[in-house]
């Protein structure tokens, strides 16, 4: 279990990484059409606003793994595979996919901080 802790872990730190870019481009977007947004606006419009919805997905991995760190007892190696997993499955991007695959992809398109995010999350995921 100690090997898919540690992998868990660096899963959770590099999705949060992730998410946080992601969430940067998708507030840029934002501003460019609705002017700036502060911080507690921008915690509202990620839980609220549909253009941020794509977002949910990666934010449910996160929590999904912060709760098997918390019950680390509870939680068998085929669980955190299953986690894990899940989070390389989802991270694939394509234009003509799904609304986050295309988002993704998108996004993957026109940031190169964004590809190296992938990279790290990926490789965390498969404990490379």
């Known amino acids: 279990m100690t090997e898919y802790r540690e992998r868990l872990v660096a899963t959770r730190r590099a999705m949060l990484d992730l998410h946080k870019l992601l969430l940067t481009r998708e507030r840029r977007a934002y501003e460019r059409e609705h002017g700036p947004v502060g ?3 921008l915690l509202e419009l990620a839980i609220s606003d549909g253009r941020f919805a794509w977002l949910h997905r990666l934010s449910e991995i996160v929590v999904r793994i912060d709760e098997m760190l918390e019950w680390r007892d509870l939680w068998t190696d085929a669980d955190a595979e299953w986690v894990l997993s899940g989070t390389r499955a989802l991270l ?3 234009p003509e996919g799904t609304d986050f695959e295309r ?3 998108a996004a ?3 940031d190169p901080h964004i590809v190296l995010a992938h990279r790290a999350v ?3 995921a498969t404990g490379e």
Do not use: C, F
């Open 122 to 124: 990926i490789k965390a």
């Open 103 to 105: 988002r993704y992809d």
């Open 108 to 110: 993957l398109q026109e």
């Open 92 to 94: 694939v991007p394509s």
């Open 39 to 41: 911080a507690g606006s």
